[in-house]
């Protein structure tokens, strides 16, 4: 991504797809896509379009791998071949997917009550179809509202949004051209119930006040992030 | 009767309770899982089913061993007979139901008294519903029972077991219940729609 070819990422306080700078794509939640897993759902966010499947808790095989005290927590993330711009075509986990996995499993252990559940197993399963920045948090946004349709115990949910530096501003929610050409992305997801910080994770470069005004607005969106998670589960109560 | 709806992370309680479904943290309740806060009581609505001595469940004998049987409970883990208790002999793929005796907290579950189920069905619905599909002193699985005239055994996890009568109708009650276990006035929802269905049949 050389910065010769970097296009106007803000002008007059609108950015690359017209949205202002504290606005988030628009996100569609639906829980229970799926017949054959215990709980499941897509989320739809911009141009994402992630789907998540839980399985468990369930015996862990190969079996010395099970921990006597707690659950353990698998979580694979994959980007379909067709996913991206990019390729991804080559199949097999790759040092993204690793690194999202590894950290997915982090989120999940700190939000599943994972020690009702000795000797066990919980799967999570995230796959990205379609991606354009971002599908990090989508994807933990949909493995969490899965894990509450799989009925797993968790202490709430799991929300949040990517705040990054764009021409020299603040935005939230980027999206693939403004990950790649701005000058800072950070994605942070936090338990809904209690404010916990479960992610947080940074490329690039900000200064300790705008890390902490980043903070701030990934909170503000995650609480709306949150409520279109409530309201996915709900639809299916009534 | 108020009733409401609560997703996981939100407060129940001002104080702590132990209660399955829910959690406590700083000295307040929680809920875990998807559930409905009804009078006070918060009832889950999701969850998988855990074994507690003394329940009646429905078993599939998946290994055997030297020392006794391996059976899926529907619980995230198997039980185990044990053939020093045992006076019959089970091969794989044998439908029982069996006794609850005693669960530790890594979850060795051990089982008792069993009994072989045979020329039936068994259907799986979700757990947490299951004290609907009984009902109030057996209320609602009676009237199942007499309406369409056919044995029904209810386990706790989740299992059911059916004999003669109209099964497929049966089936098609318990479903029902099993899915609007969180809306009021079901008994009679049932009832209406199991007489209208054998109505239709007689026809």
């Keep these: ?238 | 009767m108020e009733r409401k709806i609560v997703t996981p992370g939100e407060l129940l309680f001002d104080f702590p309770k132990r209660v399955s479904g829910t959690y406590v943290e700083n000295g307040k309740t929680y809920s875990a899982v998807l559930g409905m806060l009804s009078d006070g009581f918060f009832i889950p609505l999701k969850g998988r089913y855990t074994p507690f001595p003394g329940d009646l469940v429905v078993g599939v004998v998946m290994e055997e061993r030297f020392s006794g049987y391996l059976v899926d409970v529907n619980a995230p883990f198997q039980g185990v007979l044990d053939s020093r208790d045992l006076r019959q002999e089970f091969k794989i793929g044998d439908v029982l139901i069996a006794r609850v005796d005693s669960i530790d907290e890594i979850n060795n579950l051990i089982l008792v008294d069993p009994k072989k189920l045979s020329n039936g069905e068994v259907l799986e619905v979700n757990a947490v519903t299951i004290p609907r599909i009984i009902g109030r002193n057996n209320s609602m699985i009676e009237m199942v029972r007499s309406l369409t005239k056919s044995e029904i055994f209810v386990g706790k996890n989740g299992r059911i077991f059916l004999k003669n009568g109209n099964i497929a109708l049966a089936i098609e009650a318990i479903k029902k219940i099993s899915n609007e276990a969180h809306t009021s006035g079901l008994t009679d929802r049932i009832k209406n729609f199991l007489e209208a269905r054998l109505n239709e049949q007689s026809k």
């Design chain 1, 1 to 238: 991504m050389s910065k010769v070819n970097k296009p106007e990422l803000v002008v007059d306080g609108k950015r690359t797809d017209g949205r202002g700078l504290g606005d988030l794509r628009s996100v569609k939640i639906e829980s229970r896509v799926l017949k054959n897993a215990d709980g499941s759902a897509m989320v739809e966010w911009g141009n994402n379009k992630v789907i998540a499947g839980v399985y468990g808790p369930r015996e862990v095989f190969p079996k010395h791998f099970s921990d006597p005290f707690k659950a353990i927590v698998n979580f694979r993330y994959v980007m379909c071949s067709f996913s991206s711009l990019e390729e991804h075509s080559k199949g097999g986990p790759n040092r993204r997917s690793v690194e999202i996995s590894k950290i997915g499993r982090h989120v999940f252990e700190n939000l599943i009550l994972t020690e009702q559940f000795p000797n066990t197993t919980i799967d999570i399963d995230v796959e990205v179809l379609q991606s354009d920045g971002g599908t990090r948090v989508a994807a933990f946004t949909a493995a969490s509202v899965a894990l509450v349709d799989a009925g797993v115990p968790v202490k709430g949910f799991a929300a949040g949004v990517s705040v990054g530096k764009v021409d020299g501003q603040l935005a939230v929610d980027l999206n693939k051209v403004e990950d790649n050409y701005g000058e800072s992305d950070m994605p942070v997801m936090f338990n809904s119930s209690n404010s916990d910080i479960l992610l947080l994770q940074m490329d690039g470069l900000l200064t300790r006040q705008e890390f902490e005004r980043s903070i701030d607005l990934c909170f503000e969106a995650s609480k709306k992030i949150n409520t279109l998670q409530v309201e996915s589960i709900r639809k299916k109560m009534e």
